[in-house]
């Protein structure tokens, strides 16, 4: 299992702080946005999750001669064994250096999913728990 990244206070200060326990793991977790504390519920309340960790692994990499370091925002274990990095973006701040740089994630660091807020809005076990 990985150990979460603390990121540094500048970026503590312009950001929310969601400070939550989690059953599943046993420990305190840490969320720097509601899309990323709203992703931890969904990922805390799923059964075929078996461990995740927040803020994961940090990995830097090249686009178009520019360097760029970013922070996953999740990994996670699942029941059946596969193991994904997870990042979650509102859709309208994708841009294309951004995509760009989430493909270089994709390629080299095994991210398997980006997972956009309109996600959220469409999981079935959201709807399926509403009606």
């Given amino acids: ?17 969601w400070n939550c326990n989690s059953h599943k793991i046993g420990r305190d977790v840490y969320f720097y946005s509601e899309l990323e504390y709203e992703n931890w519920i969904l990922v805390e309340t799923d059964p075929d999750v078996l461990e995740f960790c927040e803020k994961p692994r940090k990995v830097r990499g090249l686009v178009e001669n520019r ?17 994904e990095f997870r990042e979650v973006v509102y859709d309208k701040t994708l ?13 080299k660091n095994g991210l398997r999913k980006i997972i956009s ?11 399926s728990n509403q009606s």
């Fill in 1 to 17: 299992m990985y150990k979460p990244i603390i990121l540094g206070k500048n970026v503590q200060r312009r950001s929310n702080l």
């Fill in 67 to 83: 360097v760029y370091e970013s922070t996953f925002d999740m990994w996670i274990k699942w029941r059946d064994g596969h193991e």
């Fill in 95 to 107: 841009k294309t250096s951004q995509i760009k740089q989430r493909k270089i994630k994709i390629q």
């Fill in 117 to 127: 807020a309109t996600v959220f809005l469409q999981n079935t076990t959201l709807e």
